[in-house]
């Protein structure tokens, strides 16, 4: 509430100065308290009077801050820090075991799959080989089988046929006597029959 000077000077009783120091009070419009016992009106921070100390505290704040940092928290930083750091190298050191060990388990498996390719192929092929010699084999066997049931069945014909011709000679040259003797009544020699069978035959 502001108060004016008419109004102040109308409520003070007669005969009594108004002294605004004396009585304590603040003014009214700028709300600080006159110049007297309770120092000039500046803002305490901003008073020149309070600077020494204010250094003062400003250094001892500082340095007790700087050695907390510089003992306490750095260091626990820098050791953070550290074993971070030693925690990836470990965990690089890691991935790189496993990834050589991938590495040479894939090698491995692809070396043995061409082995096992080359190897199947082998087998396979060996076993064409020897499928083929058999075949050559058996077929050489039986036409050689065939060829000697030809052999001795065209020697069996062969005899066959000379016996039947054999007899068919006994048989015509019977055959010529018994007609001789029936149609002329007389003899005939065999030399003779035989000659004659033999010129028909070769007719």
């Known amino acids: 509430m502001f108060v004016t000077a008419a109004y102040a000077q109308s409520t003070t009783p007669e005969g009594e100065a108004h002294d605004p120091a004396a009585a304590g009070e603040v003014h009214t419009e700028t709300g600080v308290a006159p110049e007297g016992e309770h120092g000039t009106g500046v803002f ?10 204010q250094l003062l ?7 007790l801050f ?37 590495d040479a388990a ?18 396979a092929d060996t076993a064409r080989d020897a499928a083929k010699a058999k075949a050559t084999a058996d077929r050489t066997a039986v036409e050689a089988d065939l060829a000697n049931k ?10 066959i046929k000379s016996k039947a ?12 006597t018994a007609v001789v003797k029936q149609l002329i009544g007389g003899t005939v020699t065999k030399a003779e029959i035989t000659a004659a069978v033999k010129a ?3 007719n």
């Not at 505290?57 to 340095?63: E, H, R, S």
């Not at 626990?76 to 060990?101: N, V």
């Not at 030809?150 to 005899?159: L, Q, V």
């Open 66 to 102: 700087y050695l907390l940092m510089s003992k306490v928290i750095i260091p626990r930083i820098g050791s953070i820090l550290e074993t971070r750091h030693d925690r990836i190298a470990q965990d690089l050191d890691e991935a790189s075991r496993l990834k050589g060990e991938a």
């Open 165 to 176: 011709l054999a007899d068919v000679g006994a048989i015509a040259e019977e055959t010529a």
């Open 200 to 202: 028909s035959a070769g």
């Open 150 to 159: 030809i052999t001795a069945a065209e020697t069996r014909i062969a005899d």
């Open 44 to 53: 305490p921070p901003f008073d020149s009077t309070h600077f020494a100390s």
């Open 57 to 63: 505290w400003l250094a001892i704040t500082f340095g």
């Open 106 to 123: 894939i090698a491995s498996y692809e070396q043995e799959l061409a082995s096992a390719k080359a190897k199947g192929h082998s087998i």
